[in-house]
Nanobody, 115 residues
Framework: QVQLVESGGGFVQAGGSLRLSCAAS????????MSWYRQGPGKQRELVAS???????DYADSVKGRFTISRDNAKNTAYLQMNSLKSEDTDVYFC?????????WGRGTQVTVSS
């Protein structure tokens, strides 16, 4: 049974930083595409960043230069370092792991940025 558990969300002032973590249980983590998504009330869930098993990284235009995604396969953990946070970054952030047809989601962690 695979589980993803996010942590690290919270309340921060604009311009501040937060580091989100996504701890995965189960085997095969190093073979998964790991991604961070976010979703606000009444909005569609949007892709923020992804990192492939080989380290290929992609970011949404809105976070390029401010957010950094990484992974530690030895710890079965993915990270999202968020710097220069803006009020529009306020959302629930979800971790996603995908391996072919297998798709796993965490429950999300709230990030609130005050202006």
């Amino acid at each position: 049974q695979v589980q993803l558990v996010e942590s690290g969300g919270g309340f921060v002032q604009a311009g501040g930083s937060l580091r989100l973590s996504c701890a995965a249980s189960g085997s095969g983590f190093r073979s998964w595409l790991m991604s961070w998504y976010r979703q606000g009330p009444g909005k569609q869930r949007e892709l923020v960043a992804s990192i492939s098993p080989t380290g290929i990284i992609d970011y949404a235009d809105s976070v390029k230069g401010r957010f950094t995604i990484s992974r530690d396969n030895a710890k079965n953990t993915a990270y999202l370092q968020m710097n220069s946070l803006k009020s529009e970054d306020t959302d629930v952030y979800f971790c996603n792991g995908r391996f072919y047809a297998r798709n796993f989601w965490g429950r999300g962690t709230q990030v609130t940025v005050s202006s």
